[in-house]
């Protein structure tokens, strides 16, 4: 059975960081694609970085420039290193993971993937 653990949320204040990790158990394989997702309360879910097994990453345009999405294979491991952080990026993030062959434009589609970790919370104060 596959499962995605995240882990490294926390409480920073504007302009700080973070890294997110997220743990990948069950499965020996790579992904199509993996990424990170996130939900504020009372907002819609929302795609912020993905890479694909050929490397190629998509990022959501107000992250971009802040935050890096990496993987370490050997760990079986995605990270999400978030710098600068503002009072906006505060919300619940997912990592998921799809084995379908996505096209690129579809990388930030959260409906395009198979599987997610429960769920990580960052919060990010004025």
């Known amino acids: 059975q596959v499962q995605l653990v995240e882990s490294g949320g926390g409480s920073v204040q504007a302009g700080g960081s973070l890294r997110l990790s997220c743990a990948v158990y069950?499965?020996?394989?790579?992904?199509?694609?993996m990424g990170w997702f996130r939900q504020a309360p009372g907002e819609e879910r929302e795609g912020v970085a993905v890479?694909?097994?050929?490397?190629?990453?998509s990022y959501l345009d107000s992250v971009k420039g802040r935050f890096t999405i990496s993987q370490d294979n050997a760990k079986n491991t995605l990270y999400l290193q978030m710098d600068s952080l503002k009072p906006e990026d505060t919300a619940m993030y997912y990592c998921?993971?799809?084995?379908?062959?996505?096209?690129?434009?579809?990388?930030?589609?959260?409906?395009?993937?198979?599987?997610w970790g429960q769920g990580t919370q960052v919060t990010v104060s004025s």
């Open positions: 890479i694909g097994s050929n490397g190629r990453t």
């Open positions: 998921a993971a799809t084995w379908r062959l996505l096209d690129y434009r579809d990388y930030l589609r959260g409906g395009m993937y198979n599987y």
């Open positions: 069950g499965f020996t394989y790579s992904f199509y694609c």
